[in-house]
């Protein structure tokens, strides 16, 4: 199974009857799904999944991989959690390594691998400033997490390390919260080294970082959604020292998705 053609996807259905809980995480090969379209559009095949992972109060809430790990996939769980299975398994109920530690569960993930780190972020749920934040593992010591940043009022939705090779920001960590903040933090520092609040506390719900800006090398761009449908892009650039980040926005669009 090649790594390139994998579609992960955390199942879960939840009912009043235990029995009817599906606590799985599945695994397709997306190169089978095309070689069976037409067939599946017909409604003449399935495809089947290619592996699944099976744990008790397993309800996932947020899928990763690395691009420098490809057997293994990072999974969060409402049981306060995180699970690492081991691809090379089409079955399993035990996962390769098993987080704990977190207040509130993980509801969302990023994995690292550059400068000689090895570094998982999650950003938690949670409420009232207490559970939220980015907590950041050491795979290569996974006894206790190697820090937690706190700073956010509620959930953190979205987190994701910065893109950038250039020295001195290959370490940022970009996260964004229920509150309307979009925070950067340094994991070499420990420390929050920039903010951008959006106005009304607008609800984040997830970003992406893209590319550095154009015509500024050292300005890296930031998508970030919210839950009205908006979708804003911010600039990332340090300061003269690089002891801080000023964060400011370029453009802001809604986007309105109409029916069929």
């Known amino acids: 199974m090649s790594h390139h053609h ?11 009857r235990p029995q009817n809980t599906d606590y799985s995480v599945k695994v397709w090969d997306v190169s089978r799904a095309v070689d069976t379209a037409s067939e599946v559009a017909a409604g003449t095949s399935v495809v089947e999944a290619v592996a699944e992972y099976h744990a008790p ?12 790990e490809t057997n293994l996939l990072y999974q969060g769980s409402e049981d306060l959690c995180v699970r690492v299975w081991d ?11 098993h987080l704990t530690g977190y207040v509130y569960f993980p509801l969302c993930l990023d994995r690292q691998q550059q400068d000689g ?9 949670g409420f009232n400033s207490v559970g939220c934040g980015v907590m950041v593992w050491d795979m290569r010591n996974t006894a206790k997490p190697l820090f937690e940043f706190k700073g956010p009022s509620q959930d953190v939705t979205g987190v994701q390390f910065s893109k950038s090779s250039r020295p001195g920001k290959s370490h940022l960590i970009y996260s964004v919260c229920k509150d309307g903040s979009f925070m950067v933090w340094d994991s070499k520092r ?15 719900s997830c ?15 930031v998508a970030v959604g919210a839950m009205d449908g908006s979708v804003s892009i911010l600039s ?11 964060v400011r926005p370029i453009v802001s669009t809604k986007v309105t998705v109409e029916a069929d």
């Open 207 to 221: 970003l992406s970082v893209l590319h550095s800006s154009e015509g500024d090398a050292d300005a890296e761009e």
């Open 87 to 97: 691809l090379r398994q089409s079955s399993a109920t035990v996962p390769a390594i």
């Open 236 to 246: 990332v650039a340090a300061d003269g020292d690089n002891s801080e980040y000023i």
């Open 57 to 68: 109060r397993n309800i996932v809430t947020a899928l990763t991989t690395c691009a420098y």
């Open 6 to 16: 994998d579609f992960y996807s955390g199942m879960q259905v939840v009912t009043n």
């Open 117 to 125: 780190e090895y570094l998982l972020a999650s950003g938690t749920k």
């Open 190 to 204: 420990l420390e929050q080294v920039g903010c951008y609040r959006f106005e009304g506390n607008k609800l984040l």
